[in-house]
């Protein structure tokens, strides 16, 4: 990382803006070297965002075709909903780089871009070459503006237009804004429609007979006297949050309100309503319900302390987190870059209404990086009777303080991933599954003098940094052994460093972690751990430490 720091602009020279988001993604643990962790997930095509953009980015696209450009959509989980590209080297770029339909573009996933830094700075801004923190997105200059529901004034998207240039044209702004303004009166006019057509399937259910009816619709909620009287708003919110989740045009379910009554609900999709749907509440009593109310009770008792993942950035957290939450899908994934996107209101009710769900997981992405007030109230919904599982993922246990300390003590189950260089005889096999996934239907592999190279080295990124190399290496050759040659020049070397001892490494993270609250002043670091400069060059050099 030291190199590509000293190529790149200093934060002198650069827009307040891009410097910020620069300490942002640093603060992160990203790796500018590293290869994306984007997570790909599906794409809703009947999302409000999408059928209010697609007409205007076709007549956007039919414009700027021939000009090499590419526009790019996201969704407000700055998930990528929309492609199009008129340069294919762009096309082959993004898929390269796994910034396909559904991959998170968020400045933690991705560092500096105009998709995600909009989402965190709440304006449009253009971001040209080397600005970008990726080194593979450096090829690129990109303009992005939001996209907001001019009811609810909440950021619903994101459009980007981005070329192979050095510089992004002034014309692009303007350009841009104009899509936008037509996608925002478009989003108005759905609402409107939307909202027209879920009243009147309201209404049609309400005047049936007299039982709890909810009509619920992206940004709305409608409830009869029969509902407001069995629900609380605790049960509203519940209910929304199963309307939400993927279902067939109908379903029914059984569970038990925070009354303690076992109810009966029916779920049913409502037609020309964006996400729209309408349910029906009835009680149920006799063995029905203590059948319903004996499963709630099963359910409780599964639920367990919240089990906690830690390790340094790069070894994989989130991943194992996602696999831990397999056992009890489905998994709402709660992570600390969204309190900054929509701030620490919007990310507290989220986390409120996920915490409501019967059934399920709930992972808190980075415990570390929450600020105290949102902490408090994790650590409030921990003894709840009634929750999904928890998991939690954060640093090292060592490193962690305050708030976030008290939290990781309240997981009994504790699983700490290893730093890469202590699994040297696993790199062999993950290399090999790395490359077979980059690489499927190329007759390509690993030489053994590679191998060997690989597993010498140290790998202070861990698994992101052998990711991007391994990406590296799939483009040198299409069929054929990948050789000791086709490394980075700085990954040949074939012998191993010395182990560190248990007591050097102890020494170690303190040092670096000096260093991060430092910022990286060795100077403030030294005066901090009350040694001389010479004395903390000395040991990092001995320690191994150039990236902090």
Known sequence: MDSYLSNRPSRTSVRED???????????????????????????????????????????????????????????????????????????GFDSLKLTLGASLLEENIGTNALGTVMVIRQGIAINGREHFAQALQGFSCYGHPIRHPLTKRIEGVLDITAIIEKASPLLPPLISRAVHDIEQRLLDGSRTSEKNLLQAFQGAAGLRRRAILAIGEDIVLSNHAANDLLSPGDIALLRALAEEPLREEQTLELTLESGDAVSIEISRVGGARRGALLRVDRVSGDRALAVKSRTQTRLEEVGAPRIVTGVPGTGRSTRAQELAAEHPPLKMMRPAAALLEGGAEWACEFQDAMRRPKGTVCVDGIDLLPDELLDLVIDSVDRQSRPDLIFTAGPISGLTGRAASLAGMAMSREELVPLSARRKE????????????????????????????????????????????????????????????????????SPEHPLTARDQAERDVIVTALKAADGNKVRAAEELGMSRTTLYARLRTLRITTY
């Open 427 to 494: 790199i062999p096999g993950l290399a090999a599954a790395m490359l077979a996934e980059v690489a499927p239907n190329r007759a390509i592999h690993l030489a053994p003098s590679l191998i060997r190279a690989l597993a010498a080295q140290s790998w202070p990124g861990n698994l992101r940094e052998l990711k991007a190399v391994i990406h590296h290496l799939a483009l040198q050759r299409s069929v054929g052994a990948l050789t000791l040659p086709d490394l980075p020049e700085q990954y040949r070397v074939t």
């Open 18 to 92: 891009i410097a910020l988001s620069w300490r942002r993604v640093t603060m992160a643990g990203l790796d500018p070297s590293a290869a994306f962790d984007t997570a790909a997930h599906d794409v809703d095509p009947r999302s409000s965002l999408l059928m209010g953009a697609t007409p205007v980015l076709e007549e956007l696209e039919d414009y700027l075709r021939g000009s090499n450009y590419a526009t790019l959509l996201v969704d407000r989980d700055c998930r990528v909903v929309r492609r199009w590209f008129d340069d294919p080297r762009i096309e082959d």
